[in-house]
């Protein structure tokens, strides 16, 4: 539904500015009237949704003065000026400074419909194309946070973006840790719901009555409103969706099945821990587990995600050097390895914790790496077993991140880096070519 754009009349004379607005009112605009243009400034700015028609004479303010703010706030806007006889030629410079269009009194109440009219269009096509904008921005910011080039990251790209324009209910799976609810951020900001509220809610992390009343009501006076209706015509995420008792699972099914199809709302569900050997199928009534999983996400653990493991250490390893204000640990070989050879119950939200232990060891000159890893391991358990992977990955993930440590060491200075690593240009540029590293990333 297209939003609905307001007309300006700006004009001292209140006759004036009175049978403008009756006459535009009668032609279905909304309008609202101000008797200067300072008074006007107190209201539109920026992405107002609207167009404004505004005399030039005017005390205070003129209309050129008037015109000038308003190109200063929103170059955007249309303004469609009111001139008196002999102002044509003011009213040709208006134009120049950015106003739309111009009428001379007396003048034809048509003519004044039509130009309201083109100029609502125009505003409209202008506002749409800036949400889209910051819509695109908005999930390219949150798809940037899905650090990784593995087969299985891309994989998850891909998914996100196809699934992110579908009207359809999406149940995301996987380990702790495996980034679950920004999957479901992401959803949100590369579908067309993006500009309306993504609401989430722990499903476990409240009473089974405290939950009812915050999903579906009723709420204390002057409460905030039930989360499905907060929710209406954008998303509405369940974690922990397994907690949901049947009364409530029933409740979410009769939602989801009064909405219709396409749903006005749409659910993301996520599942967080569905038992040792049973799946969010078990854990679920069939008719809701079905609805919910009309589209599904499995998350890749971190143990299966290769070279991406050595990436997200090092990012995270120097953004928390910066927060510090030290060093980021030099990864040796061996600590490489046993990075990439670690099963990471925890998944990305452990290797993160690890990345920053690992700079305020370096800070101190404490421990190592290698140390934590171990720690990792026995405060495990016998359960934390490794998974093995081929040589050549090992060997690939430390040469890639390697080049990529020296590169950013030295700023992308080629001849730094290839005396380092005792590398020709030819070599370098070679495997740079193969990992997808790009100098430009450097300078």
């Known amino acids: 539904m297209a939003r609905m754009m307001k007309v300006a009349i700006v004009d001292d004379e209140e006759d004036m500015r009175q049978s403008v607005s009756q006459w535009l009112a009668l032609s279905g605009f909304d309008t609202e009237t101000y008797a200067s243009a300072e008074d006007a400034l107190k209201v539109i700015g920026a992405d107002w949704p609207g167009v404004v028609i505004s005399d030039i004479r005017m005390p205070g303010m003129d209309g050129m003065a008037f015109l000038k703010r308003l190109m200063s706030l929103d170059s955007g806007l249309p303004v469609i000026m009111i001139t008196g006889h002999g102002d044509v030629p003011m009213a040709v410079e208006a134009m120049r400074m950015g106003a739309m269009d111009f009428m ?11 130009l309201a009219k083109r100029a609502t269009q125009v505003r409209r096509m202008t506002l749409d194309n800036r949400a889209l904008r910051r819509d695109l921005a908005e999930g390219a910011q949150v798809m ?35 980034g679950k609810t920004l999957v479901a951020h992401a959803l949100h900001a ?23 009343a915050k999903l579906f009501g009723p709420v204390d006076e002057g409460g905030t409103l039930p989360l499905v209706e907060e929710a209406r015509g954008g998303t509405l ?33 996520i599942c967080n821990d569905h038992g040792e050997g049973r799946t969010v199928e078990d854990a679920l009534r069939p008719d809701l587990y079905y609805r919910l999983a009309a589209l599904k996400i499995m998350l890749p653990p971190l ?55 690992a700079v305020l060891q370096n800070r101190r000159g404490t421990g190592s790496i290698a140390s934590l890893l171990m720690a990792e391991n026995e405060d495990a358990g016998p359960a934390m077993t490794t998974e093995g992977k081929p040589l050549k990955e090992y060997v690939e993930s430390f040469e890639k991140m390697l080049i990529d440590n020296t590169m950013r060491r030295h700023r992308g200075a080629i001849t730094a880096v290839m005396d380092e690593l005792c590398l020709p ?13 790009s100098r430009g990333d450097y300078l």
């Not at 009194?105 to 039509?114: A, G, L, V």
């Not at 080039?149 to 995301?172: C, F, K, W, Y």
């Open 190 to 212: 590369v579908g067309p719901r993006a500009t309306k509220k993504f609401v989430v809610v722990s499903c476990a992390a409240f009473s089974e009555d405290v939950l009812a």
């Open 144 to 178: 940037g946070k899905l650090i990784g080039t593995s087969p299985a990251m891309e994989r998850l790209r891909e998914d996100i973006l196809d699934l992110g324009q579908a009207d359809g209910h999406v149940l995301i799976d996987g380990e702790t840790g495996t």
């Open 237 to 269: 995420c369940l974690e922990d969706v397994e907690a949901l008792s049947q009364g409530l699972q029933a409740r979410v099914l009769t939602f989801i099945n009064d909405q219709g199809t396409p749903a006005e709302t749409r659910i993301i569900a």
């Open 104 to 114: 001379e009194k007396p003048f034809n109440p048509d003519r004044m419909t039509e």
């Open 425 to 437: 240009r030819r070599t370098l540029n070679e495997k740079m070519a193969k990992y997808g590293l």
């Open 303 to 357: 143990r299966q995600r290769g070279e991406d493991i050595l990436m997200l250490f090092n990012r995270m390893a120097e953004q928390f050097a910066e927060e510090y204000g030290c060093d980021a640990p030099e990864v040796t070989a061996q600590e490489a390895a046993q990075l990439l050879q670690a099963p990471w119950p925890g998944n990305v939200r452990q290797l993160i914790n690890v990345a920053e232990r």
